[in-house]
């Protein structure tokens, strides 16, 4: 890491395949051309925050190094940022070294976890962050930089080198950038901030563990009774973490035609969390047949005995988060996660 | 890495695909002689007797593991 900060203190040639050059042979990039870290974009992307550039977030694992503020701006730069950006990324920096989200395992894991990055609040839309119709990308710069100086961060600073030290098995293409915001102006549900306790007014980041959107399509339901079988029955499948870990909480991104028809009903999002913890659930007959069964300690709750017990995802129905996103049409999806750890919420701070 | 740092006598053990990621972290935490001893992958396709025959043959790597730095500490 100091490396990279030393040498970007004092480049300053705007030379794009020089710069592409080097970074490849310095291990820092992911892969896709990257904008030359100059003095002077750095110090743009630094802008109000230069006085506190050397300031030491946390230690970056699995190389610990010092996510300074300085070294995500020059990682901003890299990956395309606009000055602006910056408060975001270090208040997300800052959720992934909290504890509860388990960084360390989830910089090395084999298991193909992105760190998916919701900003949601008033500062989401001044950077021009998407939430509406196709807002996983591609397409929408906001999103596919910010997302992307975070991987690069996770590589740069915390030395998770695919293949080396990030021993993802087949890894995913969210890996290259996740970044996105809720479909508030036309969502009938508060957004996530509001639930999570924040005010209306503030901007939040949220960070997880997260594997790529899966789809859930039902084109045919008009009201929540069939929408819900649709999602519990792709929700409960055996081959995803959270079917045999619990520490944890996953996503549901509700499209709009979807969320309305649960609003149209009167169905609060604690209503849909308390029907998906209790509905997604797999058979132990089946559980216990393969995934990670006997890995783990079982659950209390799981009597060995009892074929017809039903397995839920998630320890309980909070851990069923509702974010609203998308444009028209009827899907929706679900964003399993890593199972140990999990997602974190910070307000940014730094504006 | 925990309890190395309570004084109290560890080994980590973990499968060798995972030895680049160890050596950098142990670097990184500035414990590099932390006694890792690294089994064959993978552990998960064993069969009982598989993984005790496994046991019997690297338990006495683990022992020293624990024993070899006592005098340093």
Redesign the interface.
């Known amino acids: 890491v100091s490396a990279l900060v030393e040498w970007a203190t004092s480049y300053t040639v705007d030379d794009a395949d020089a710069f592409q050059a080097l970074a490849e042979e310095k291990r820092w990039g992911d892969g896709l051309p990257l904008v030359p870290a100059t003095v002077e974009k750095v110090q743009a992307m630094l802008g109000p925050l230069a006085a506190d550039s050397g300031r030491v977030l946390g230690l970056f694992p699995p190389r610990f190094g010092e996510a300074t503020i300085e070294s995500l701006a020059i990682n901003a730069v890299m990956a395309g940022c606009r000055p602006g950006v910056l408060p975001i990324i270090v208040a997300a920096v800052e959720a992934m070294l909290e504890p509860q989200f388990n960084l360390f395992s989830i910089q090395a894991t084999t298991h193909p976890g992105a760190v998916m990055l919701l900003v949601s609040g008033p500062i989401a839309r001044q950077v021009g962050i998407h939430g509406g119709s196709g807002l996983f990308g591609p397409g929408f710069q906001a999103n596919a930089t910010i997302g992307r100086a975070i991987r690069l961060i996770q590589t740069n600073v915390g030395g998770a080198y695919p293949g080396e030290t990030d021993l993802a098995t087949q890894g995913t293409p969210a890996k290259f950038t996740f970044c996105f915001t809720e479909n508030e102006d036309d969502s009938p549900y508060e957004p996530h901030r509001v639930t999570m306790g924040y005010d209306l007014a503030e901007t939040t980041v949220t960070v997880a563990q997260a594997e790529a959107p899966h789809n859930l399509n039902d084109h045919v339901s008009e009201d929540p009774k069939g929408l819900l079988v649709t999602f519990a029955q792709t929700i409960a499948t055996m081959g995803k973490n959270n079917a045999y870990l619990f520490d944890s909480d996953y996503f549901l991104v509700l499209g709009l035609e979807h969320a309305n028809i649960l609003h149209r009903y009167g169905w609060s999002k604690k209503d849909v969390q308390k029907h998906l913890f209790e509905r997604a659930r797999i058979p132990y007959r089946l559980w216990r047949l393969g995934g990670m069964a006997g890995m783990t300690p079982k659950p209390r709750y799981i009597d060995a005995d009892d074929e017809d017990l039903l397995i839920p995802m998630c320890a309980q129905a909070e851990d069923v988060r509702i974010l609203v996103g998308g444009g028209n049409g009827r899907h929706s999806c679900w964003i399993p996660t890593f199972g140990i750890g999990r997602s974190v919420t910070r307000r940014i701070g730094l504006v | 890495v925990e309890l190395e740092k309570r004084g109290i006598p560890a080994v980590a053990i973990c499968t060798l695909?995972?030895e680049?990621?160890v050596v950098?972290?142990t670097h990184?935490?500035r414990m590099p002689d932390l006694e890792v001893v690294f089994l064959p992958h993978p552990l998960a396709d064993r069969s009982a007797n598989q993984l005790d025959e496994l046991v019997d043959e690297w338990l006495d790597r683990v022992a020293a593991g624990l024993t070899a730095g006592a005098a340093s500490r």
């Open positions: 695909p995972f680049r990621l950098s972290a990184a935490l």
